[in-house]
């Protein structure tokens, strides 16, 4: 008989072992690495301010890149082209991403480098039911493929092989959710049991849906912002639209400046280029949609510094970001090299606590949101090898007034003078504030909390 779906019990077996400490030794769970209360990414203060990279179950073993936020990710495509592509932005028409021109013709996926792309989980995971192929198609895609892909990781958490049909830690996690107490959700979501034999692969796939189906859910895309509210109770001579009765003139300046849009605070027009990358709304966008994602989901080559201070930093080994993924003999010449991918500015200054540290890029670099704007205005015009010599930090170089050269210094970053996308945009100290000002009002005010163990409930 044909199980019926249920997304409510689908939807919560995925928070549980989201939270639930599924790794070796029995230390770290996601909310690990991704943590609501410091929007979906590190949540250790002291890590963000020294090697940033978040370790794994394994004391002191650790990747190479900062965790990127979960929140709002489950609203990313499949890896793929840009939409861009084939228009011409200003030097031809965009090639497609299989090209290996630029990062900008690629888009989709989640992680740094877009490695999860939606196309591992597939319609084996509903074995011909179409009642659950129709209520669970929507939870397929990146962030159901980036599920599987943590828990087996020697640097995070660490779960070893077992028999898992070709899908490294399947066993072990079955496993663990068929002991756990939470496992009835299993077979209320499913129809059936988790199969940790012959159906092992499957099994854990239909766990990594469950993950995405929360992530998909309003308490991980609660969009619950100071913005959201503001705007969905705006009431001054704009109803719905920018300035917001509700921000004061350095916050709805920041807005405008973020989109360059001409107004009484920004009569000019200036632009700041935010909007160029963090923006899902269209090179039309005035900032106004109620679900604006703040990223275009693709890959820029931004030219950031080195971090000489992040975990397993290696001078002669640059971290070549999007060609890794797409390129397997890449270089610093490829078309792809330290291309990354744009997150949403959702909760870029979400934190625990005053004085807790945030780490802003792939590698952590910069630890203030003023510095990354204060980067994006004076990269290029800044750029001296010779006052900020490679190794120099974010702090170091704001008090030197100067910036290093790009970890991955090729001419095709946004920074230099062919691209000229950032890094001499013109911005008076007092815009910069405005700017920063404006991202503080794009944290979540509903944080998701640990879940009290598990009772059965009635659905």
């Known amino acids: 008989m044909a199980a019926e779906p249920n997304v409510a019990a689908l939807q919560e077996l995925g928070k549980r072992v989201f939270f639930d400490e599924i790794s070796v030794p029995q230390t770290q769970s996601c909310s690990s690495c991704h943590n ?24 002191k073993r650790a990747g190479g890149r900062k965790p990127p936020t979960i929140g709002y990710a489950s609203l990313a495509p499949n890896f793929g082209d840009s939409p861009l592509v084939g228009i011409d932005i200003g030097f031809g028409p965009l090639p497609p ?17 877009g490695r999860a792309t939606g196309e591992a989980i597939g319609a084996e995971v ?3 039911d179409t009642k659950l192929a129709a209520a669970y198609t929507q939870f397929l895609g990146p962030v159901a493929d980036q599920a599987l892909g943590p828990f087996p990781n020697d640097v ?22 068929v002991k756990s107490s939470y496992a009835p959700l299993y077979t209320k979501a499913w129809g059936s049991a988790p199969d940790c034999k012959k159906g092992v692969a499957v099994s854990f796939k239909r766990i990594a849906v469950a993950i995405s189906a929360w992530e998909h859910s309003s308490e991980v895309n609660s ?12 009431d001054d001579d704009s109803p719905g639209d920018f ?3 509700d921000f004061t003139d350095q916050e709805n300046l920041g807005h405008d400046l973020f989109y360059g849009l001409t107004s009484a605070l920004n009569p000019t027009g200036k632009n700041a280029n935010c909007s160029a990358c963090h923006n899902s709304g269209g090179p039309t966008s005035r900032g106004n949609e109620p679900g604006q994602l703040y990223t275009d989901n693709s890959f820029h080559h931004l030219g950031i510094p080195p971090n000489f201070d992040a975990a397993n930093f290696d001078p002669n080994a640059p971290d070549l970001g999007l060609a890794r993924h797409t390129t397997p003999d890449a270089t610093t010449a490829s078309g792809h090299a330290s291309a990354f991918r744009t997150p949403t500015l959702r909760n870029v200054d979400r934190r625990e606590r005053n004085g807790f540290v945030k780490a802003y890029m792939h590698n952590g670099y910069f630890k203030r949101l003023e510095d990354v704007v204060h980067f994006y205005n004076t990269a290029r015009l800044k750029a001296d090898a010779v006052k900020c010599p490679a190794g120099t930090t974010a702090a170091q170089a704001r008090a030197r007034d100067c910036w290093p050269v790009a970890e991955v210094n090729n001419g ?22 405005a700017i920063v000002a404006y991202l503080k009002t794009l944290s979540d005010t509903q944080v998701v909390k640990k879940p009290k163990p598990y009772k059965a409930k009635g659905y």
């Open 223 to 234: 969009f619950s912002s100071l913005r959201d509210f503001a705007l969905a109770q705006d």
């Open 97 to 113: 991403c299989a090209a290996g021109a630029i990062g900008l013709s690629c888009a989709g996926g989640v992680f740094w480098d």
């Open 36 to 59: 609501p209360d410091a929007g979906w990414t590190s949540p250790s203060s002291a890590i963000n301010a020294g090697q940033v990279v978040f370790p794994g179950a394994v004391h």
């Open 243 to 245: 300035p917001l009765a």
């Open 412 to 433: 095709a970053q946004a920074s230099s003078a062919g691209v000229n996308l950032l890094g001499d945009l013109g911005l008076s100290r007092a815009e910069e504030k």
């Open 156 to 177: 995070e958490q660490n779960v070893p092989d077992g028999r898992d049909d070709g899908l490294p830690g399947a066993e072990f996690v079955c496993r663990h959710v």
């Open 126 to 128: 509903f074995a011909g």
